[in-house]
């Protein structure tokens, strides 16, 4: 058996489980290739990867061609800090005005638009731009960050700037939680391949479960790279959730639902998850 080609994202929101991948050797098992979310979609499309986390609209939009693995997601139940929107005006107020997003995540493009749009009730002009913050604003009334980008902005958030943790308003708008990315099998190696696929799975279960258990000296490790101190990266880790229970599912479904609604998605698909 071919080893299974895994999919891995270069932001610090991964940090804690590729940690744990090379605590447990699980990087034997595995052909680790990192990329960003886009890329990883992409490359899943293509087949060039058996497994990857790609965004969940990616995801909704190609479902035909996945299924899901049953425990694991980048999610939030509330404040996640590195999905940021940062505005010149409140958020109500962006009718009218031109909102840059970050061309780095689908997902969290769709979720900024479906809080514009239906929750602060605004209409606003949407250009996609690299995540360089001043540059988004020198052209923008508004701006959304994803990962690092977003990290450093809300630990040291501009002046005079209205600054939004996006997990947090989906939150508190719809009650449930919010998922960004999903880790997505190919149909066809899932079909193929099935031991290799719960051998994925079970991996990543692993560290996971190595990762909460060590999360101060995941934190540590995180601050010999960055100027913010270990404990800011400890809150971030605290407040990112790696789940995909029922909940989550849930708000999954009302994420793919209000997408469709505001014209970002054809059709609301069936959530399918290997092995049920």
């Given amino acids: 058996m071919a080893r299974p080609r895994l999919g891995h994202i270069q932001f610090i929101n991964c940090l804690p489980l590729y940690y744990g991948m090379v605590k447990n050797d699980v990087l034997l098992d595995v052909d680790l290739v990192k990329a960003n979310p886009a890329d990883l979609a992409r490359e899943l499309i293509d087949g060039t990867l058996d497994v990857a986390p790609i965004p969940a609209i990616e995801y909704a939009r190609h479902a035909e061609d996945f299924v899901l693995l049953p425990d694991i997601a980048i999610s939030s139940d509330g404040k996640v800090q590195s999905i940021l929107l940062i505005s010149k005006v409140p958020a109500t107020e962006l009718s009218g005005r031109t909102v840059a997003l970050t061309d780095t995540s689908r997902t969290s493009q769709v979720l900024a638009r479906i809080l ?77 391949q099935p031991e ?73 698909p069936a959530i399918e998850v290997f092995g049920e």
């Avoid at 540059?135 to 209205?162: H, K, S, V």
């Avoid at 490790?221 to 971030?236: I, L, M, T």
């Fill in 116 to 192: 514009i749009e239906k929750h602060w009730g605004a209409s606003a002009t949407y250009v996609e731009m690299p995540p360089d913050l001043p540059a988004m604003l020198r052209d923008a009334d508004a701006a959304l960050l994803i990962g690092d980008e977003a990290l450093r902005a809300y630990w040291d958030q501009p002046e005079g700037l209205f600054a939004y943790d996006l997990g947090t308003v989906w939150t508190e708008w719809t009650g449930l939680p919010m998922v960004y990315a999903v880790w997505a099998v190919r149909r066809s190696y899932a079909a193929e």
């Fill in 196 to 268: 290799a696929v719960q051998t994925v799975a079970d991996a990543l279960s692993g560290s996971l479960t190595y990762c909460r258990a060590h999360l101060d000296d995941i934190a540590t490790y995180a601050a010999r790279w960055e100027q913010f101190p270990a404990e800011k990266f400890r809150s971030y880790f605290d407040a990112l959730q790696f789940r995909f229970q029922p909940r989550y599912r849930e708000g999954l479904a009302r994420y793919l639902a209000e997408a469709a609604a505001i014209g970002q998605l054809e059709a609301v």
